[in-house]
């Protein structure tokens, strides 16, 4: 009877062991990205490449930042980010880096050159997210998509919540004339911004009126004469070159380069929208304000 007890004994033991040994379980993941390509996982990725500034600022407020194996060389923000290996500029990046890197996933931009860089990483096993990080409206909805393929979807709904209140409250009531504003990003040749960036919704949230909200894509070179037509009450820029910008002789023609009504802003959340962008939204209504005629 005691060897009986004995073996009994050590058969639930061993199939303790058994159960407390069985690797977990975890349903697969499946979504379509933004370039209308299916991504799969056979569970939540443990080593993300991120090749997007705005995709490595949300996988580190989801929560997956010990899942970033890779950036590129602008993904400044937040500072941690830094210590992640720098795989260069995101722009034609180097496969072999990538594979490198062993990633579950790779995240990239959704433009006609990653559509090669996907379909390679898919021949080499690895799962390739394309998606558009463009407007406001991508920040809640990208960081879904990489709380679900993470395992953070918590967070990310959380996230997600928390950003369409602060973007309600950051903008301004629409009451009054609107300062008549041209965000110039490029200088030679003149380059402005129309209503299909993220910065025309920052400056319009913020109380003004993009210049050339007209123009549909995200950017677009312009002349002179048209931005003179227009007269901006301000000019926005987010690099350092206004001081020397505003005595090139051929700007003189435009009355708010002649009165120095400049609007110079910087830091990242002016370069990509983010969880930043309800603050970016704040700094740059207050700035109006104090620049009003």
């Known amino acids: 009877m005691g060897d009986m007890i004995f073996r009994l004994l050590v058969s639930v033991i061993i199939a303790g062991a058994a159960c407390r040994q069985a690797p977990a379980v975890h349903p697969s993941i499946s979504l379509v990205d933004d370039a209308g390509d299916t991504v799969r996982l056979a569970a939540p990725a ?156 920052l400056v319009e949230r913020a109380g003004g009126e993009n210049l050339f909200a007209d123009v549909t894509s995200s950017s677009g070179v312009v002349s002179i004469e048209a931005v003179a037509a227009r007269d901006p009450d301000l000019i926005f820029t987010t690099v350092e070159w206004p001081s020397g910008f505003a005595t090139r002789p051929e700007w003189q023609v435009v009355p708010a380069v002649r009165r120095h009504r400049f609007l110079h802003v910087s830091g990242s959340e ?3 929208p983010s969880p930043r962008s309800p603050q970016a939204i704040r700094q740059l209504a207050a700035r109006l304000k104090e620049l009003r005629p």
Request: charged share 20%.
């Open 46 to 201: 443990r080593r993300v490449v991120s090749l997007i500034p705005a995709s490595t600022e949300l996988l580190f407020a989801i929560g997956a930042d010990s899942a970033v194996v890779g950036r590129t060389s602008y993904c400044d923000y937040p500072p941690e980010a830094k210590a992640v290996p720098d795989l260069g500029d995101g722009i034609k990046p180097n496969i072999e880096a990538l594979v490198a890197s062993r990633p579950d996933l790779v995240v990239l931009y959704n433009s006609g050159q990653n559509a090669a860089v996907a379909g390679r990483l898919r021949e080499f096993g690895i799962a390739a997210l394309r998606v558009n990080t463009d407007a406001l409206s991508s920040v809640p909805r990208v960081a879904r998509i990489l709380g679900k393929l993470t395992g953070r979807e918590k967070a990310a709904d959380s996230l997600a919540a928390v950003f369409d209140t602060a973007l309600a409250s950051a903008t301004q009531p629409r009451v009054g004339r609107r300062p008549r504003v041209l965000v110039l990003v490029w200088e030679q040749p003149p380059m402005t911004i129309g209503r299909g960036s993220f910065l025309s919704e």
């Open 270 to 272: 002016f370069d990509w």
